[in-house]
């Protein structure tokens, strides 16, 4: 996604402050930089747009259902149109946002601890451990995320907090795998070779060494991860046992537009659209990130350049 | 290698024991399916005499008991729903999920590998831009959307292709392009950025600084490289599919195994449900050694 | 070869393969779900019966929308008092395996589905608390006692679906044998189901020579496949996508929405708060916006085909200020009607559903009621509706719908309204004794009594908040001449449909 020509790190001058470096970097690549600006009105909305408009978004009118959008001598809420019970979609959709990101967010985030972590141990420890780590992360993949997810939320209340532990408990071994065949493969390289030689300690060769490689990957699935989990979250709605009225995600917003695709199509997509939005400037952003702040990919830009031009 | 298999083959077993116990009791946990059998208006009689039917009033450890007894015989017990035995009601699913996770990731693989590598090797170009932004917008998009609007646009607007069903090869057209889309988008995304880190990394600078100035000769030595990350994602994706596509088979109506099992565990058909996940577990541990087997190919320095 | 030519190409073979629209005189049929059994034992599960009831298993009486009870295997049937009735069977009957029809199978088939070996549904929907007992008078002629005496009993034996008497009584039959017009040929599991026309059926041949059922579950995808032609009816779609006119057909379809109020519970046991419930609901808002033009707003839990209904009550009209006035009398008074009151719903009960779950929330919210909504999928939700009911719990109040074709309430008030129904949330010695006396009745007294007993649940207990009586969607493609009735919520009769 980076325009290469543009990001040798000698183009910048030395002396500038560093967060100015990456302001500039990132100014550079217009799409990241849209991208950077979507997330930020997103955050924005969910820190401070939810609460302001929770109450406008929650009332009702049954007569005004299904408001066709783009009507804007309407209150402004109402210009991506009303929903089945004629309630403002664009202000759902900001309300929607803070639970959205909160479930996404925690299940990304703890998945991606938890999964790197086992893997990373996995892939550089006895072989017994590295056995029964493998052993756990074959039980989950096997067991099938939508029904495990059908299951616990059978027991607990689909709350935030369960959603997340949920997500993330069927996230865990694509992490978990992941960074221990980079391990496996890393582990044999020169450097880290050397680096035991030098007598470093497991530590110091897996957070110091290993890590840094391995991460590019890792943030990679993850920020997909964010669209996995978001689209889980709503199937989990599509069957009905995802997050319940009058809690709103966009997941659930799309699940209960779906009955209404082929007549009043607003009321699904603009909460898709939603989801995608977010999950491409993710991806454009960690993209950039990789290629813009990743000391061990800079040299690339060489290979780049050449077979460009 | 033989030691290997056997090993693995053990350590499946374990894993498919701890499964088998983890579902039986958390499923038992979601509820007795009485209600759900009986009319509302059922007296407490019948529900009495159903549960005394179906060895429901035993305790669960008796039942536990009795179901790995029968197990260890392979009677996988009966289905409550369907009034046959669990087993074959589940075989009869996942022979369409086996056929549709196979078709659906050959070409997923095929697809992912050679589009990511392209736009790895010109990354910042045109078709590695158009590329990464397509297959995102497909990766995330809800997949019940592009099942439904690819029905209204191609069976009802055009009329090319049947609205859903099983019969003949064009009814699989539609349900394999919705299945497509996903795995597609994140497996590109791996790709090239595994490519990405390969092409900068030691090696391939040592390969060219020898004075390999050959393109495919680096692109093969770099690809064979790239593959372990991607192979586990590979490996991610079909684990998932051969666990039914629930969605895509709720919609199209095709009789696999995600949705028997999600509507199992709806009616509290444990046998079915137990069957289910076993078969899929089974058929997920196997290609699992294959993987295992293909890393230690594809990069000798992989010992087991 | 360019490529809108391969495009051409393959669009023209695409059309070759599609499954042949058959021959003229096949129907398909997609219904909503797969079939778990077709034991015709089953056949009161709609889905089941839409394949199974009349077409392969025919009942012993058969109650026909606006004309009442008719004769279907019994020719007639007479009161022989003390509980017992005679049914003279109809002669010339032939099973599909080819035995005869007589006595004896009427007699297998009641002790088949009411008896213990396996749980057949009709047997615990319609005979439930009662002891059937059976006396073979002679080949054509059987009497049926009822145990306690049952003054409806040839109504309920247009429930009972009669298989021949080697039909075994201990598990269900994977291949349901009957006596109707059509043989049940092959099931292909997630796949189809293929009838074709009995030819030795004893009345007259039906125009539709064979069917095939097909189960999807998305109902855009029901409608859409009636609109390729791929299928010819949809006997259930959404109202969403009930968008053809010339496709598609309302009909009434015997369910009544209705929200039952438990009265064990301050501040439920106040008739003040529940009138204050029943003020608070917009039921006409509903109507024509997120349920069909044509649902009836409801005074009582079963549709007005059912005799009894009581056509002088009328719902109670949307009044949020009254219903805060009753709610302040209340609390004058000491009653806690600040207390949370819990709404729970069914997942999936209905089109809609959430939808409708959410403005009533909403409504009760708007008149100054602490409530609150909880949806639940239908194990969890018939722990909330059906007794024994949780000690601990707090006030509730639980959707459901509820489904009466039969034309007698006896089918749904004992179990909604007596102290020991499972599903009632009062318990009133008037109501019990209303309902003993209006199921021990007959005829015009019947209807009467009946009558009063909605009265006084609607208006002097306000026992619950009644909401609508439903309508359901069928597309039916354009060559059919078939017209849905309320019937087509339980059974859809090939034998009715023609071709235009």
Redesign the interface.
């Known amino acids: 996604m980076t325009d290469t020509k543009t990001l040798p790190p000698q183009n910048i001058p030395a002396q500038t402050h560093p967060a100015k470096q990456i302001l500039m970097m990132l100014w550079r690549d217009k799409l990241a930089f849209c991208a950077a600006i979507f997330i930020l009105i997103v955050i924005f909305c969910a820190l401070f747009g939810a609460p302001l408009l929770e109450d406008v978004a929650t009332k009702q009118n049954l007569r005004g259902r299904n408001a066709a959008p783009f009507d804007f001598s309407k209150d402004w809420v109402f210009w991506l149109g009303g929903d089945a019970l004629g309630r403002p979609l664009l202000a759902r959709i900001v309300v929607a946002s803070q639970n959205t990101l909160m479930v996404a967010t925690g299940a990304v985030v703890v998945s991606l601890a938890i999964g790197t972590t086992l893997g990373l141990i996995a892939g550089y420890t006895t072989r017994m451990g590295s056995q029964i780590i493998m052993r756990l992360a074959d039980v989950i993949m096997s067991f099938p995320s939508l029904l495990l997810a059908v299951i616990v939320l059978y027991m607990l209340v689909p709350s935030v907090g369960n959603l997340i532990i949920v997500l993330a408990i069927t996230r865990i071994p694509v992490y978990l795998r992941t960074s221990r065949a980079e391990v496996l493969e890393i582990r044999e390289r020169m450097f880290v070779q050397a680096a035991r030689v030098m007598g470093a300690s497991t530590n110091r060769i897996v957070f110091k060494h290993i890590l840094p490689v391995v991460f590019p990957t890792l943030v990679t699935i993850a920020t997909l991860d964010f669209a996995f989990v978001m689209l889980a979250e709503s199937s989990l709605s599509f069957l009905g046992i995802g997050i319940q009225p009058p809690e709103i995600t966009w997941g659930l917003m799309v699940a209960q537009g779906k009955a209404y695709l082929t007549t009043a199509w607003w009321l699904s997509f603009w909460p898709g659209l939603a989801i995608i939005l977010t999950t491409l400037s993710l991806n454009l952003l960690s993209n950039w990130m990789r290629v813009a702040l990743d000391p061990v990919q800079r040299w690339r830009l060489e290979i780049g350049k050449k077979s460009n031009g | 290698m033989t030691a290997f298999l056997q090993k693995r083959a053990f350590a499946s077993l374990i894993s498919l024991m701890g499964l088998v116990v983890l579902v039986f009791f958390l499923s038992r946990l979601t509820g007795d399916p009485t209600t759900l059998y009986l009319p509302v208006d059922a007296s407490l009689e019948s529900r009495e005499q159903f549960r005394e039917l179906h060895g429901l009033n035993d305790p669960i450890l008796v039942q536990f008991g009795r179901y790995v007894g029968d197990l260890v015989q392979f009677d996988f017990g009966m289905s409550i729903r369907r009034s046959a035995p669990a087993i074959d009601v589940v075989l009869q699913a996942f022979v369409w999920t086996l056929q549709l996770a196979l078709i659906t990731m050959t070409l997923v693989t095929v697809a992912a590998i050679v589009i990511g590598s392209i736009a790895a090797f010109h990354i910042g170009g045109v078709f590695d831009r158009i590329a990464t932004f397509f297959s995102l917008i497909g990766a995330s998009a809800p997949d019940f959307w592009i099942a439904i609007i690819s029905i209204v646009i191609f069976s009802v607007g055009l009329g090319w292709l049947p609205t859903s069903g099983t019969g003949t090869v064009w009814h699989w057209i539609l349900p394999i392009a919705v299945l497509f889309i996903r795995p597609f988008g994140l497996i590109l995304q791996v790709v090239r950025g595994s490519m990405v880190s390969t092409l900068s990394s030691a090696y391939v600078k040592t390969a060219r600084a020898k004075g390999l100035r050959n393109k495919p000769i680096i692109f093969v030595h770099a690809l064979r490289n790239a593959m372990l990350p991607v192979i586990t994602v590979i490996g991610d994706q079909a684990a998932a599919l051969l666990n039914g596509a629930v969605v895509v088979e709720t919609i199209f109506g095709f009789p696999g195994v995600g949705k028997l099992m999600i509507d199992s565990i709806l009616q509290r058909d444990f046998t079915v449900v137990l069957a289910a996940i076993m078969v899929t577990a089974v058929a997920i541990f196997v290609m699992n050694i294959l993987i295992d087997i293909l890393y230690a190919v594809l990069d000798p320095r992989i010992r087991y | 070869m360019n490529l809108k030519a391969c495009l051409k190409g ?2 023209l073979a ?2 070759v ?3 042949a629209m058959a021959q003229d005189n096949a129907v398909t049929v997609v219904l909503s779900e ?1 079939l ?2 077709v ?1 015709p034992c089953m056949s ?1 599960r709609s889905n089941i019966g839409r394949v199974v009831l009349q077409n392969i298993a025919e009942t012993i009486t058969e109650m026909v929308p606006g004309q009442g009870l008719q004769p279907r295997l019994a020719t007639e049937w007479e009161d022989m008092g003390g509980g017992t009735w005679r049914f003279h069977l109809r002669d010339g009957v032939t099973f599909h395996d080819g035995s005869a029809f007589d006595a004896e199978d009427v007699a297998h088939s009641i002790a088949r589905t009411t008896g ?1 070996k ?2 057949c ?1 009709i ?3 319609y005979f ?2 009662m002891e059937l007992t059976t006396n073979v008078v002679d080949a054509n002629t059987i009497d049926i006692t009822a145990d306690p005496a049952q003054p409806i009993l040839p109504l309920l034996m247009s429930t009972m679906t009669v298989v021949p008497a080697e039909t075994a009584v201990d ?2 039959v ?1 291949t349901p044998v009957g006596t109707g017009p059509y043989t049940f040929d092959e099931y292909n ?3 189809n189901i293929k009838l074709s026309a009995n030819p030795n059926y004893w009345g007259d041949q039906p125009a539709v020579q064979s069917a095939n059922y ?8 029901r409608a ?2 009636v ?2 032609g ?1 299928a010819d009816i949809a006997p259930n779609i ?1 109202l ?2 009930a ?1 053809n006119d010339a496709m598609d057909y309302s009909y009434p379809n015997s369910e009544t929405v209705y929200l039952r109020v438990d009265h064990n519970i301050a501040p439920l046991n106040d008739v003040r708060v529940r009138k204050a419930l029943n003020l608070a609901v ?1 039921r006409e ?2 109507v024509g ?2 349920l069909a033009n044509g649902t009836l707003l409801a005074t009582g839990m079963t549709p007005p085909s059912t005799i009894g209904y009581n056509t002088d009550l009328t719902h109670y009209a949307y009044d949020p200020e009254q219903a805060k006035a009753l709610l302040a009398e209340a609390k004058a008074d000491g009653v806690d009607v600040d207390q949370e009151i819990t709404l729970i719903g069914r ?2 009960n209905f ?2 559903v ?2 409708t ?3 009533l ?2 409504m009760f919210q708007d008149a100054g009621f602490n409530m609150k ?3 639940y ?4 939700w ?2 909330f ?2 007794k024994p009911f949780a000690e601990d719990r707090g006030p509730q109040m639980v959707q459901a719908q509820h489904d009466n074709a039969n034309g007698d309430p006896v ?1 749904s008030m004992y ?1 909604k309204y007596a102290c020991d129904g ?2 009632s949330g009062v318990c009133d010695e008037k109501i019990d004794s209303m309902i003993a006396d209006a199921t021990a009745s007959v005829g015009a007294e019947r209807e009467a009594k009946w009558k009063d007993l909605f009265a006084y649940i609607h208006e002097e207990n306000v026992t619950d908040v009644f909401l609508f009586h439903m309508v359901g969607f069928s597309r039916v493609g354009e060559r059919l001449d078939f017209e849905p009735t309320i019937k087509t919520n339980s059974e859809l009769q090939l034998a009715q449909i023609s071709f235009k």
Do not use: C, H, W
């Open positions: 393959t669009a695409m059309v393969a599609l499954p797969e778990d059994l034991d009161s213990d396996i749980v549904e047997g615990a929907k439930g608390g598990s269900f994977s599991v997630g796949q097909v189960f999807r579950s998305d109902s855009a995808v859409a496949m609109q390729t791929e959404a969403q996508d968008t917009d808002a509903f916006t997120i997942t999936g089109g809609n959430l939808e779950m959410e403005a929330t909403a909504l909880e949806m999928e239908v194990a969890e018939e722990n509706y059906s089918f179990f499972l599903q």
